[in-house]
Each structure stands twice: as C-alpha cells, then as structure tokens.
C-alpha cells in the first residue's frame, strides 16, 4: 500500500485500518462518524480526511453530504478507459475507431452515468505492437481509479498487469485478447466469395493490408483465411497485400494495390478488398484507370455501416455494424465488473451483405 499511499505513514496506517474495516461490511453500510474514527485510530482529523480522499478515490466509500459516509461498490465510480493508438483519431484513419468509441462512451454513460469515460492515446508506431509501452494506464494515479478497460489493440504484459489488479479488459478487435468481442472476418470472406462465384467470377483476387511487426504471429493470416474458401467455390485465387510498415492501412495503399492489379496478365475477374480505408483509394483508382465494373470486373469490399464508400454507384459491400459491436462489448464488460465470465469469452459479430452495382 506504501506504493498508493507515499510516504506518509499516519495516513497509510488510517488507510489500512479502514479498508480492513471496510472489507468486513457490506455494501451500502455506513462507517463510524468521523469523531469516533479519530478516537479509535488516535488520528487527527486531516489524516483521516486523507485516509477518506484515497479510499474514495478507489471507490471503497461513498461520502454523502449531511448523512455521513458509506461503504460503496468499487466499481460502481471511477474510471472506464478506452484504448487506442494516436494514429486511430487522424483524418486518414477509418471513421469506424471514432464510431466504436462514441457508441462506447454513450453505452457507458447509459448503463453508468456515475463513471468517468476517459481515452488513453498511446503514440503510434509503424507496427503498432510498442504502442502499449506509451500508455499511462499503469500509472499509480490513473490504476487507483481506474476500473475496466476497452482497447483496440492487444495490450499482453499491460493486460495482464491490469487484471492482476482488478481490472479487467475487453478488446474490440480482429484478434487477442482473453476477451473480446470482433467482427467475424471468416463470414464475410466466406460470403465475398460465394457473392463472386455465383455472379460469374472465375478467379478472385484479394487486396490486403499485410500485418508485420517484431514477433511472430502463431495464426492465419488473410490470405491464408480466403485462400480455401476460394478453392473449396471452385476459384482461382491469389492476393496482392501492403505490408503494414509501407502504409498498409492507407488510401494510397489501395490505389497502389489495385494498379499493381490492373497491369497483371491474366488478371483476375473478382475482387475482395479486406479494409474499407483501403478500398477508398481501390475505387480512386479505378476511376483513373477508367475501370467500369461490373463490365471490366466484379468488386465486393469489406465497409463499416454507416461508413460511405466515395463511388458514384453503389459499392457491393459486406457491412458490419460498429454500434452493435461496441454494445456488445459494453455487455460484456458489465458481467466481468459484476464478478461473472462471460457466456462466450470471445465474441464474433457477423455482418450483412449489401448488393451495389459493383458485383
């Protein structure tokens, strides 16, 4: 407790003999008047203030105006934090981190309006996997308040750390995570595929922005996901990618894919783009190559709801919901704070198929 309290070792003894105190009572139940802590502990009464401030900013106490102070639910006040990289809130990023942490912190309020939603930028990095290192979430003042966490990313030794304090932590991402909550990427590759094969399509080609970083990655990557399922509808397939490193998630990243495609021979009668960031600069660069589909190829592409696509047609897309994404993190979270897991410790959101004139 040395390292909550400081130096202070008055307050730190009056801290210790309340929280035990506290430990022992249920919730709801009111302490002694402040005279009689100040007898029991021979306290003054600004240490027991102090003592009071620190286990109130923990959430163990509820002080009430004229009625006294009361034993409260820890995770009923405090700090619910949102994690995300710098890089999610720049204009090049898609506008579905801003969606999801909106419709978070609206959840949030409705289910709690007594918690403090608060973001935690870490700085980005060209692979993203030091960004946890830059977040202030394992910091003595914000860990004393803080009780759940929302992330976009896998945050490993941080994650731990905060549930070794009590913290527990959902990820609303592709992958990671000892609970999270994620769109189902296999489901929309599954119906890209099936969309282009029974529209005619004899091979397909998949755009991608490549994962990389320092440490391996002991799963599938996209092209791995797709590349079966092409097969099994009877498609030829192959995959174009961006490494992360070289603007993988990037509209340029997009047009130079889809002009890389466009120069191939034989060149594939489908395309999937996997991000719709991505697919913005894909469809740019179509109109400068003068590229009609469905005439000259049949396009599907991942898309956010209520994420448009810049195209004058309709994009043949396969959306996912954000809103319903965050809300089912929300739910999620509400169990882990109540003391129970949750029904399914990883949660996979399918999308809708939404036929445009591209495909």
């Known amino acids: 407790m040395k390292s909550v309290l400081g130096n202070r070792p008055r307050v730190q003894e009056a801290y210790s003999a309340l929280a035990h105190m506290i430990d022992g009572l249920e919730i709801g139940m009111p302490l002694p008047p402040v005279p009689d802590v100040m007898l029991t502990l021979s306290a003054s009464r600004a240490t027991v203030d102090r003592a009071y401030d620190l286990l109130e900013a923990r959430g163990l106490i509820e002080r009430v105006p004229r009625k006294g102070v009361f034993v409260a639910n820890p995770v009923a006040t405090g700090e619910i934090g949102i994690v995300l990289s710098d890089r999610m809130m720049t204009?090049?990023?898609?506008?579905?981190?801003?969606m999801a942490t909106a419709a978070l912190t609206q959840a949030l309020r409705e289910t709690n309006p007594r918690w403090q939603v608060r973001m935690h930028l870490g700085e980005g990095s060209v692979s993203g996997w030091e960004m946890p290192a830059s977040l202030d979430v394992?910091?003595?003042?914000?860990?004393?308040?803080?009780?759940?966490?929302?992330t976009f990313h896998e945050l490993d030794a941080v994650e731990s750390r905060l549930e070794e304090a009590g913290v527990p932590v959902v990820l609303l991402g592709a992958h990671g995570g000892r609970h999270r909550v994620g769109v189902d990427m296999e489901a929309f590759y599954s119906a890209a595929v099936k969309h282009l094969a029974d529209a005619g399509c004899r091979s397909v080609c998949l755009l991608w922005p490549r994962y990389t970083g320092p440490r391996p990655r002991a799963r599938r990557t996209v092209a791995e996901l797709c590349a079966p399922l092409a097969g099994n509808a009877g498609l030829a397939f192959r995959h174009l990618d961006a490494p992360h490193g070289e603007g993988g998630w990037t509209e340029q990243a997009g047009h130079a894919l889809f002009t890389r495609f466009w120069t191939e021979t034989p060149r594939a009668d489908g395309v999937i783009v996997a991000d719709d960031v991505l697919c913005a600069g894909v469809l740019r660069a179509m109109l400068q190559l003068r590229v009609e589909p469905p005439?000259?190829?049949?396009?599907?592409?991942?898309?956010?709801r209520k994420v448009p696509l810049?195209?004058?047609?309709?994009?043949t897309r396969y959306e996912f919901d954000v809103e319903r994404l965050a809300a089912t993190a929300v739910a999620m979270m509400r169990r882990l704070l109540n003391g129970h897991e949750p029904v399914e410790a990883e949660q996979l959101l399918p999308g809708k198929l939404v036929e445009g004139e591209t495909a």
């Open 295 to 304: 005439r000259d190829l049949r396009l599907l592409s991942y898309a956010n």
């Open 91 to 98: 204009a090049e990023a898609s506008p579905a981190y801003r």
């Open 310 to 315: 810049p195209y004058h047609r309709a994009v």
């Open 138 to 150: 394992l910091q003595k003042d914000v860990l004393t308040r803080l009780r759940a966490v929302f």
